[in-house]
């Protein structure tokens, strides 16, 4: 029996580890892992069915040496098809996850000594149905291990909140919207990092571990301001976060119909959102986009300072206009303190004007001079797969690759537009919009005409409807080509085009998504 259930555990291995690998792409939460299981056919059924069949067919045969043999071939197969697959996003070897694996480990053991148990004639049946078995067991580790998860939680929240209470002259300042707020993030830190020793919270730490981790390991008496980025895709998430870091100063970037999924409604996303500002304390000052007609239209219940940005709209305190685009940045004009002033970057895009905007306007409510400013303005980076332009093995690409969105994904055929060559966009679309993601992936794909030459699509089922969109505006459909995975679209892209063209890469999606 132990030598089955070793066998089992080897042929298993793929499978627990890919399990655990959905599961946390799926962000660990139940609804989002059972849609991709049962919805989405992502398990590797290509190689996997064929073990499973020939296991059930052996257990039929019902012999023990034929069954054992076949589980030995069936893991080594598994095992190397796994070692030669190349994955967007791999599986993280975080605390968490090692902790997983002990407990999904201990009740896979346990559950195949209790089929061995109750099979005992019929010890063959057990390898097929242990086979997919490692799916499941993930909802009982989750139950199992969420008690643990939540006192780890609580204790590291508590230690941060410590640190973040003993250091009350700290500035601190939240960032959230349904998208643009991790480069905003980047570029308020870069404006305001000239003057102030700033901390900003890394990549994607816009969770409350996250946040608790970047206090934790990088927060310092010596820093001067504190930058910290809030999500949210369910109602509650960012008045959880406000009552945790407690920011004087927030910001909105903008709001739209993202995490509809989990969010239910487009009222629940704009209130949620908008706590950013109705959160703050009564001596803060919240800076909002009002070029969002959701933000603009929303009716803030508190009493601080509010400072207002735009592009399109004059009656904001932070205005640009004579807006210069080009292909390797732009300058724009902005009156501050009834003096016209030039600003000048090199980031892509009329929305990342937008967020600079948001870091002069907080910068100035800092004492941050005009001068200094324009210097630092000039000085602000481009942030990684965000509109960003980059030479890969000789070829021009705009890499925009970070969760896209039906507004910035517009924005980003926009500064396609502009440049020269052959245009190419490569794209698996939009997804977590809910209802409305058929739709918006219509209108991205109508919207590609006349901004990208050429269109790359990567997984047939979840391009459709941009094909349709495509098809129906009148776009050259032999410019169309769709592809399977990430690596079929650049071998394609490598092969047809050279370095005098430009190639998007809009919205790399990890592998529980694609389809």
């Known amino acids: 029996m132990i030598s089955f259930i070793l066998v089992f555990s080897c042929l298993c291995f793929v499978n627990i580890k890919l399990a655990l690998q959905m599961f946390q792409q799926n962000r660990y939460e139940f609804y989002r892992y059972t849609h991709w299981l049962f919805n989405k056919k992502n398990i590797?059924?290509?190689?996997?069915?064929?073990?499973?069949?020939?296991?059930?067919?052996?257990?039929?045969?019902?012999?023990?040496?034929?069954?054992?043999?076949?589980?030995?071939?069936?893991?080594?197969?598994?095992?190397?098809?796994?070692?030669?697959?190349?994955?967007?996003?791999?599986?993280?070897?975080?605390?968490?996850?090692?902790?997983?694996?002990?407990?999904?480990?201990?009740?896979?053991?346990?559950?195949?000594?209790?089929?061995?148990?109750?099979?005992?004639?019929?010890?063959?049946?057990?390898?097929?149905?242990?086979?997919?078995?490692?799916?499941?067991?993930?909802?009982?580790?989750?139950?199992?291990?969420?008690?643990?998860?939540?006192?780890?939680?609580?204790?590291?929240?508590?230690?941060?909140?410590?640190?973040?209470?003993?250091?009350?002259?700290?500035?601190?300042?939240?960032i959230t919207g349904s998208f643009g707020k991790t480069t905003t993030k980047n570029v308020v830190s870069d404006i305001i990092g000239e003057s102030y020793y700033t901390l900003m919270t890394p990549a994607s730490y816009n969770t409350p571990m996250g946040i608790t981790r970047t206090i934790r390991e990088y927060l310092k008496p010596i820093h001067e301001v504190?930058?910290?980025?809030?999500?949210?895709?369910?109602?509650?998430?960012?008045?959880?976060?406000?009552?945790?870091?407690?920011?004087?100063?927030?910001?909105?970037?903008?709001?739209?119909?993202?995490?509809?999924?989990?969010?239910?409604?487009?009222?629940?996303?704009?209130?949620?959102?908008?706590?950013?500002?109705?959160?703050?304390?009564?001596?803060?000052?919240?800076?909002?986009n009002i070029d969002n007609e959701y933000i603009r239209d929303y009716k803030i219940k508190n009493s601080c300072k509010i400072v207002t940005i735009g592009i399109y709209n004059e009656n904001a305190d932070y205005f640009a206009h004579d807006i210069h685009y080009s292909r390797e940045g732009c300058d724009f004009l902005v009156n501050i303190?009834?003096?016209?002033?030039?600003?000048?970057?090199?980031?892509?895009?009329?929305?990342?004007?937008?967020?600079?905007?948001?870091?002069?306007?907080?910068?100035?409510?800092?004492?941050?001079?005009?001068?200094?400013?324009?210097?630092?303005?000039?000085?602000?980076?481009?942030?990684?797969?965000?509109?960003?332009?980059?030479?890969?093995?000789?070829?021009?690409?705009?890499?925009?690759?970070?969760?896209?969105?039906?507004?910035?994904?517009?924005?980003?055929?926009?500064?396609?537009?502009?440049?020269?060559?052959?245009?190419?966009?490569?794209?698996?679309?939009?997804?977590d919009l809910g209802k409305e993601e058929d739709e918006a992936n219509y209108q991205f794909g109508a919207y590609m005409k006349e901004r990208a030459d050429w269109a790359v699509l990567v997984g047939e089922k979840q391009t459709k409807a941009i094909y349709k969109g495509l098809m129906e505006s009148g776009y050259d459909m032999e410019k169309v080509v769709v592809v399977d995975t990430v690596k079929e679209a650049f071998n394609f892209v490598y092969q047809q085009f050279g370095s005098e063209d430009t190639i998007l890469l809009e919205n790399d999606l990890p592998d529980a998504f694609n389809k």
Do not use: W
């Open 337 to 431: 303190d009834d003096e016209e002033v030039l600003f000048k970057t090199i980031l892509l895009g009329e929305h990342n004007i937008q967020n600079l905007l948001c870091g002069i306007a907080l910068a100035r409510e800092l004492g941050i001079s005009v001068g200094d400013l324009q210097k630092n303005v000039a000085k602000v980076r481009r942030v990684e797969h965000r509109l960003e332009l980059k030479k890969i093995n000789g070829h021009t690409f705009i890499d925009n690759a970070f969760n896209s969105n039906p507004v910035g994904c517009k924005r980003s055929l926009d500064v396609l537009k502009m440049m020269g060559g052959q245009r190419v966009i490569v794209t698996p679309g939009l997804i």
């Open 226 to 288: 504190f930058v910290c980025e809030m999500g949210a895709d369910h109602v509650g998430e960012i008045t959880y976060l406000m009552n945790f870091v407690k920011p004087k100063y927030g910001i909105v970037t903008s709001i739209g119909p993202q995490h509809l999924n989990t969010f239910g409604s487009l009222d629940n996303i704009i209130r949620e959102k908008m706590q950013m500002i109705e959160l703050l304390p009564v001596d803060g000052v919240g800076v909002l």
């Open 44 to 174: 590797e059924f290509n190689l996997s069915l064929i073990i499973f069949v020939l296991l059930l067919i052996s257990a039929f045969i019902n012999n023990k040496i034929i069954c054992f043999f076949l589980c030995i071939v069936s893991a080594i197969l598994l095992i190397y098809q796994e070692n030669k697959k190349e994955y967007i996003k791999d599986l993280v070897l975080t605390a968490r996850v090692k902790r997983q694996i002990v407990f999904i480990s201990i009740l896979f053991i346990l559950t195949a000594f209790l089929f061995l148990s109750i099979l005992k004639k019929h010890v063959c049946f057990v390898a097929p149905i242990l086979f997919y078995m490692p799916y499941l067991l993930i909802y009982p580790m989750a139950v199992l291990t969420y008690p643990m998860e939540e006192f780890i939680k609580k204790r590291y929240e508590k230690m941060a909140r410590k640190i973040l209470d003993g250091m009350n002259r700290m500035m601190k300042i939240g």
